[in-house]
C-alpha cells in the first residue's frame, strides 16, 4: 500500500501544494453560486469555489450538504438561480453537458453510464457521439491506447462491460470522460464501489493525471480520501462553505468538525428511566449481502433493550438499509442470527416478524411504506388487511365498515391532514404520509418498532411530531431501532448510538458519550484518531 | 404555535380540488368515450361513402340488427357471453399488473375440455353442464399455469409465453378435432355434447343461454374478488407497487400465480360456452370457427371496459351488437362483411386508444422504476 501523506508523484524535490490558498493563481471560479429548486428548497447558498490548474480539490460534506449539487452545477447538468462560473478569468455559460465538456469539464458519475452489452471500445466511442460503423474504428482505437498508455489507465477495449469487475468500469468510465479533451475531471464518490485495492490504484492514476495538468474536483465524505489525494478542501453544510483550507497539515478532527458542526446537542423530549430487562432484540455476528453479492452488513452483533432508543448513524450505503431490511424479513440473512424477544427471526418473512412483535417504518416509504395510488382507506391496513377483524361474515370478504372506523381513529390519533379517507395517497403531503404509515405500524403494537430515516425530507412540524411518537413509546417501555443519516436526529432521540461504516459498526456510544467530533470522525471512517479500512 | 387554522385552510382547499378532479375525471372519462365513440363512426362512415355504399342505412341496419327486438338483443347477449370473460382475463391480468394475452389458448382448450367430458360423461342435466363448466376451467388454468411458473420461476415474459401457448392450443385443438374428438358422421367438427350437457336458447329462434348468466357471475364474482377481499387487495397492490406487497407480508408471486390461475379458469369457461352454450351445434368445429378471436376480441373488451369488471360486461355487449348487427348492415346496406369488420375495427381502436397510451406508460414507467431502483441500490451512497 503506498504512503499517502507522501507528495503526489511527479512533484520531485521539495513539495509545494498546487492551490489558490497556496498562492497559485485560480484557474476555475465559482462565485456566489446559489441553486433554489422550484419547490423553494435552497440547495446551495452563496457558494464560493476557487481551484488552480492541476490541483486535486476535494469537496467533503455529510448527506444533502449540497456537493453533487454544486457538480451537477459546473458540469452543465443543473441550472443555478445565481452567481458566476469564470474559467482562466473568463466568465462561461454552462447549460448543458455539451456546454462543459466544450470547456473541457467533465464528470464522473456514481452511476456509470456505460452500455452493458457493449465493450469498452464502443462505450468510448459512443461517448463522443460517433456512429459505430464510422470507419474511425481503428483511428479511436490507437488514440484510446494512446490515451491509456499516457494516463496508465488501462482496460481491456473488447470485453463487454457487464463482464468486468466495477473498478474497470470505472476506469472506462474515465477514459471515456478523458477522451472528451477534459481538462477539469470530477469525480463524485469515486471509490463508493471500489475495493481497497481498486481504490489504491485509482489514488495513483488520478496523481498521475493532477501532475500532468488535469485539475481533479473529488465529492467525498471519507475523511482519510480528502487527507490522502487531495491539495486543498471546500468543507460544505447545509448548502453553505465552511471553509476551505490546505489539506497539508490538517487533521481527520479538523474535518470532522468543518462537516459537522459544532453545535450543542439538540433538546429532548422528557425520557422516563427504566430497569434495565432481557434485549428486546439480539443482534449476534450478523452478515447480509448486498444487492451486488458483496456484503453489506459484516458480522455486526448488538442488543436493543425495551425503553430504549438505539440508533444506528452513518452516512447513507454503508450498510444501514441491508440491516434493516434483514431485520424486518425483506431480505435473507447471509450469517449470523438475530432473536426478538429471544425467538431466532432468522428465514421469518414480514407477516411472521409483525405476528412476533415488530412493526417497520421503511426507509423508502414511496415504494415500501404505502401504495401511492391507493387511497389513505386503503393503506391504512396495508400488513394488517388479513386479519380477521376486518372480515365479514362471509367468509373472505373484507369489511369496508369496520376498516373505515379503523382508519379513522388512525387519522384522527396521529393527526394526519387528509381531506377524506378516499383521498389518493399521493395526494397527501409527506409529512401527513409519513404520520399515517408511522401511525399504521404503532397500532400494531409492536415490541419493537424499526425505524429507517423516519423524517427524512418532511417539514419541521412533521418532523417534530414523528420524533416525540418515537420518544413516546420510547417511554412506554418499547424498543426502537432508529436508523437516520441526520446526526442531529440520532443525537436528540437516541440512548444509544451505533456508528456503521463500511458495513461495520466501529462503535457503541453511551448516551453520556455522545459526542458531535468522535461521531463524525467515526462516520468518516477514522477510528480513535487513526484511519480505518 | 398552534397550526391548526392553516392546516384546516389547506384541508378545504385539497378536499375542493379533490372533488373538482374527480368530476373532471368522470367527465373526461364520459367525454373520451362519446368522442371515441364518434371519430370511430365517422371514419367508418367515410369509408363506406369512399367505397360507394349507404352509410346511413348501414348504420340503421347496425342498429336493428343489434337491438331492434327481442331476437336482435338476445343475439347480441349471446355473443357478448363469451367475450365478457375472455375480456375478464385480460382486465384481472392488466390489474395484477401483468399483460396476459393467453386468453384465446386456454379458451380452446376449455372447449376442448367441454366436448370431451360433456360428450362423454352422462349424468342428471344440472349436474352434467356443471360437470362441463369445471371441466372447462380446470383445463383454462392448468393451460395458464406455464406461463404463470415460467414467469415466476423463470422471468419468461408472460406475452411470450401465454402467444406460444395460444398456438400449441390451436394446433392440438385442430389434432384433436380431427383425430380424438371427432364425429364420424360429421367429418368438419368433434362430436356433440350430451343433450344433458347442453344449455338451451332462452328465446326459441336466438342463440342466447343461461350461459350469459355464467358470464355475469364470473365478472360480478371478480369485482367482488378484487374490491372486496383481501386477495384482490394484494393483487391490486402487486399490480401497483409489488415491492410494497413484499413489505406488507404477503408474496406478489403468490398473487401473481393466483391471478393467472383465476385468469384461466374464466378463459376455461369462455371455451365451455362456445360448446355447451352455442345452439343449435354444441360442438366444435374443426375451423375452430366458434371460438374464433374471441380470445383476441377479450383484449379489446377489457382496453374498452377499462379492465372494470363491470365495465368489461357493458363493453362487451357493445361489441357483441357490433357483431350481432354486422348481418343487418349487409343485408340492408349491402355492405360486404370485410367492410363491415374494417368499421368494427375503427370504431374499436377509437374506444381503447386512450386506455392502450395510460397503459403503455404505466408499462414504461414501471420498467423504468425498476431499473432505476437497481442501479441506486447498487450504489453506495445517495447524495443530494
Known sequence: MPDRSAPPAGAAGQYKPVSVLAGAPPWLEMRGITKVYPNGTRALENVDLRVAKGEIHGLLGENGAGKSTLMKILSGILPFTSGRILLGGREVSLRSTHDALAHGIGMVHQHFSLVPTFNALDNIILGRGASLASPDRAAARKRIQRLMEETGLHAPLDIPIEQLPVGTQQRIEILKTLDRNVDLLILDEPTAVLTPQETDQLFEVLNGLAARGTTIILITHKLREVLALTNAVTVLRSGRVVGSRLTEGATAQDLARMMVGTERLPEVKERRQHEKTEPVLRVAGLTVKGDGGQDAVKNVSFEINAGEIFAIAGVTGNGQSELIEALSGLRPIANGRAYLLGHSINGKGPRELYRMGLAHVPEDRHRLGMVAQFSVLENSILGVHHEPRFRRGLPGTLHWGKVRRYARDLVHRFQVVTPSLATPMRSLSGGNQQKLVVGRELAKSPSLIIAGQPTRGLDVGATAAIRDLLVDIRNEGKAVLLVSADLDEVLALADRVAVMYEGEILAILERHEFDRERIGLLMGGVHDGSAAG | ?384
Not at chain 2, 102 to 121: D, E, K, N
Not at chain 2, 127 to 132: D, F, G, H, I, P
Request: avoid cysteine; charge should be positive; hydrophobic fraction near 55%.
Open chain 2, 1 to 384: 404555535m398552534d397550526p391548526r387554522p392553516v392546516e384546516q385552510r389547506e384541508l378545504e382547499a385539497l378536499s375542493r380540488r379533490e372533488r373538482q378532479r374527480q368530476l373532471r375525471g368522470t367527465f373526461a372519462g364520459l367525454a373520451e368515450i362519446v368522442v371515441a365513440l364518434v371519430i370511430g363512426l365517422f371514419v367508418g362512415a367515410l369509408v363506406m361513402d369512399g367505397a360507394g355504399y349507404d352509410w346511413k342505412l348501414a348504420y340503421e341496419g347496425l342498429l336493428i340488427g343489434a337491438f331492434g327486438d327481442q331476437w336482435a338483443i338476445a343475439d347480441t347477449l349471446a355473443s357478448a357471453t363469451p367475450l365478457i370473460l375472455t375480456g375478464l382475463v385480460f382486465g384481472l391480468s392488466a390489474r395484477a399488473g401483468y399483460f396476459n394475452i393467453g386468453a384465446q389458448g386456454q379458451m380452446i382448450v376449455g372447449a376442448l375440455a367441454a366436448v370431451a367430458v360433456g360428450a362423454h360423461v352422462s349424468a342428471p342435466p344440472v349436474m352434467a353442464v356443471t360437470l362441463t363448466f369445471l371441466a372447462a376451467a380446470l383445463a383454462g388454468a392448468l393451460w395458464a399455469l406455464p406461463a404463470a411458473l415460467l414467469k415466476a420461476t423463470r422471468g419468461v415474459h408472460e406475452v411470450i409465453s401465454t402467444i406460444m401457448f395460444n398456438w400449441i392450443a390451436h394446433y392440438t385443438a385442430l389434432y384433436m378435432v380431427f383425430n380424438v374428438l371427432n364425429d364420424p358422421r360429421s367429418a368438419e367438427r368433434t362430436v356433440r355434447v350430451l343433450p344433458e350437457a347442453r344449455l338451451g336458447a332462452i328465446i326459441p329462434g336466438a342463440d342466447m343461454t343461461a350461459a350469459i348468466f355464467v358470464a355475469v357471475g364470473v365478472a360480478l364474482f371478480m369485482y367482488w374478488l378484487l374490491w372486496h377481499s383481501p386477495w384482490g387487495y394484494e393483487m391490486r397492490i402487486a399490480g401497483l407497487n409489488p415491492s410494497a406487497l413484499r413489505y406488507a407480508g404477503a408474496s406478489p408471486l403468490w398473487s401473481v400465480n393466483l391471478t393467472f390461475i383465476l385468469a384461466g379458469i374464466a378463459a376455461g369457461i369462455a371455451g365451455a360456452t362456445q360448446i355447451i352454450g352455442r345452439p343449435p351445434t354444441y360442438a366444435l368445429y374443426g375451423d375452430l370457427s366458434n371460438v374464433r378471436n374471441l380470445g383476441f376480441d377479450g383484449i379489446a373488451v377489457a382496453l374498452i371496459g377499462r379492465n372494470h369488471p363491470l365495465g368489461i360486461i357493458l363493453a362487451a355487449i357493445f361489441i357483441g351488437a357490433m357483431g350481432a348487427g354486422s348481418r343487418m348492415m349487409q343485408i340492408m346496406a349491402g355492405v360486404p362483411l370485410d367492410m363491415v369488420r374494417i368499421v368494427h375495427g375503427t370504431v374499436i381502436i377509437a374506444l381503447a386508444a386512450p386506455e392502450v397510451w395510460s397503459l403503455l406508460g404505466k408499462f414504461l414507467s414501471r420498467g423504468r422504476a425498476r431499473r432505476e431502483a437497481a442501479s441506486t441500490a447498487h450504489s453506495k451512497t445517495v447524495q443530494r
